[in-house]
């Protein structure tokens, strides 16, 4: 074989359900989870399987769900229909849950936020348990959805909950989301607790991109009895980063960040609608910038949940998320940056069949992030820091 082999002194587990792949928001809806069919032929086109712990995700209960969102919204969720999209008297319900254009209602929608929530708190259990070091869903990381409704294509938060399942161990949490819109679902879930820091770069741009939410100065409610304040830490950027600012400034803030908060476990959202080319994004990073920051993450050596988010490139976003996964397994040196023969659906990879295609000159975008720019956003942060700490 190709000669992947198990990491030395540490375990990875994979949670997949290849039924979730199955499900359609729509035939224009930029959000496909068929991009995890084509991630996965990478992995195993690779041989990265063997490295690693494979599970079949079972579906989240609704009790498992109800940890976080309410049994109103839940009971609307498992029960209703495409055909409710156009029926007057659901039309009510719909709004107050916002369901819509964003949030369509597609045939096995229950069945489908079930499964990438069950992957997740499977993910975050076999973290808690010994049983894995780092734990990877990849269908997992919609960070969107709120306790009592669906936002920006996410309808249950699965992130908060695998972070409530990390806190029924870990004193602290640190949540990190690389995902080029704002985690403002798990940031808004753990706004009242001191027990998980959540850090999130997005690109920011209050009335022109979704959610418009995570400006520098929002660190969380900050009354005097509220435990929260200050462990909601945002980095605003906008269009057009590149690698090697971007790599400094996660390291920077992240190594900060887990410095003065010293979290025993990190739950790592990799959104891959930052990376450059992506129909929705605005950044100019390639596979390899946004694998770095995995990378760097990985060498802080805490337990790890991978999860995926955004991501409306298919052929980018399994570029990253294979790449991604041989870092965590210790085998991105392994890997041959010419997608094999073998891999099923490789005309998706042409014309140049290449695992690092140079994404951020194929659609130049101007870089509207100073120099200057950034050294605030880094003292800002580090200052906050000093706030978190009393
Ligand atoms: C985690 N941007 C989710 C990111 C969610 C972004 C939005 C769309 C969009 C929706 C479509 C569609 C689209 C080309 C892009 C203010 C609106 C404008 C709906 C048409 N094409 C994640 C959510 C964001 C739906 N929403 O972080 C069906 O773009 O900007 C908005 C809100 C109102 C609703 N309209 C868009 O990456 C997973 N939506 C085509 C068809
Ligand atoms: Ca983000
Ligand atoms: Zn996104």
Redesign the pocket.
């Known amino acids: 074989h190709n000669g992947i082999t198990r990491p030395q002194g540490y375990t990875v587990s994979w949670h997949a359900n290849p039924a979730v792949e199955a499900h359609h928001f729509?035939q224009?809806?930029?959000?496909k989870p068929w991009r995890l069919v084509l991630t996965k032929e990478l992995v195993l086109a690779y041989g990265m399987h063997h490295a690693m712990d494979l599970y079949l995700s079972r579906a989240a209960t609704f009790e498992e769900m109800a940890d976080f969102h309410t049994e109103d919204y839940l009971d609307f969720l498992r029960q209703v229909i495409p055909a409710d999209m156009e029926a007057a008297e659901q039309s009510e319900r719909m709004a107050k849950y916002n369901f819509g254009?964003?949030c369509p209602i597609f045939d096995g929608l229950y069945n489908y936020c079930s499964l990438y929530s069950g992957g997740t708190v499977d993910a975050a259990r076999k973290l808690v348990n010994n049983q894995a070091d780092i734990a990877i869903n990849w269908s997992g990381g919609?960070?969107?959805a709120k306790k009592t409704e669906a936002s920006?294509?996410?309808y249950v938060n699965d992130v908060v909950l695998g972070i409530l399942q990390l806190l029924r161990f870990h004193p602290r949490v640190m949540y990190i989301d690389i995902?080029v819109?704002h985690g403002d679902g798990v940031e808004q879930a753990f706004w009242s607790t001191d027990r998980v820091l959540t850090v999130s770069f997005h690109k920011f741009d209050r009335d022109n991109f979704?959610p418009g939410t995570g400006s520098l100065d929002s660190t969380g409610p900050s009354h005097p009895s509220n435990p929260g304040a200050h462990h909601a830490l945002n980095v605003p950027l906008n269009d057009g980063i590149e690698d090697g600012d971007y790599l400094q400034l996660f390291k920077d803030i992240i190594g900060s960040c887990v410095e003065t908060y010293q979290p025993g476990a990190i739950v790592l959202q990799c959104?891959a609608?930052s990376l450059g080319c992506d129909r929705?994004g605005c950044f100019s990073l390639n596979v390899t910038g946004h694998g770095s920051c995995v990378a760097y993450v990985k060498t802080l050596g805490l337990p790890l949940l991978v999860v995926g988010?955004?991501g409306y490139t298919p052929r980018n976003v399994s570029r990253a998320w294979a790449h991604e996964t041989s870092i965590l397994i210790d085998a991105a040196d392994k890997i041959d940056p010419n997608i094999p023969e073998t891999v099923t659906f490789r005309n998706h990879f042409g014309p140049d069949y290449s695992l690092f295609p140079p994404l951020s000159e194929m659609r130049k975008i101007e870089n509207k992030n100073s120099k200057q720019y950034l050294a605030t956003l880094v003292s800002t942060i580090r200052e906050q820091l000093r706030y978190m700490q009393g």
């Not at 224009?28 to 959000?31: A, F, K, L, Q, V």
């Open positions: 729509g224009s809806h930029p959000m254009d964003d919609l960070h969107h920006g294509f996410c995902d819109h979704f959104g609608d929705l988010g955004g």
